[in-house]
């Protein structure tokens, strides 16, 4: 599996929440190192472990930030982000529990990559960008 490079695409503009999402592509590749390793599943705890602490910090950061910019969709986006909290849990008792490998997890990963960045946060990079186009119309 190549390994997963950040790009343009992944941007939302914000500098220190593209910086904690290039944590969230470290931890795909970790994860992904572990496959190919054909690690077990104590290397996978530690995944699910740091991705969850991680996650609950950035989406302290992402919120905190959305309503300073008033974001009209802030709600929804609280609510996708309980959502990926539960399911990180959910993951996390089936490692312990031996029931998710570390194939699973980095699938999980993926798809949060795909799914919760390139679709929710993209819409809070458009918002931000449309608030800057407005004040630049009324201020040149
Ligand atoms: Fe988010
Ligand atoms: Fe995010």
Redesign the pocket.
């Known amino acids: 599996m190549p390994k997963f490079v950040w790009s343009e695409k992944y941007a ?1 503009g914000v500098k220190e ?1 593209d910086d ?2 290039k944590y ?1 592509i470290d931890l795909i590749n970790r994860a992904n190192a572990l496959l190919e390793k054909k690690c077990n599943n104590d290397a996978a705890e530690e995944v699910v472990k740091d991705l969850e602490a991680y996650a609950r910090k ?2 302290d950061t ?1 919120e905190n930030f959305l309503k300073s910019i008033k974001y009209d969709k802030l709600l929804e986006h609280e609510i996708e ?1 309980l959502r990926l909290i539960e399911k990180t849990n959910l993951l996390y008792d089936g490692v312990l529990t031996g029931n998710v490998n570390i194939a699973k997890v980095v699938e999980f990963l993926e798809d949060w990559l795909e799914h ?2 390139l679709t ?2 993209k819409q809070y990079a458009d918002f931000i960008k449309k608030k800057n186009n407005k004040k630049r119309f009324f201020f040149f």
């Open positions: 939302v929440i904690q999402h969230f950035h989406f992402e982000h919760h960045l929710f946060d």
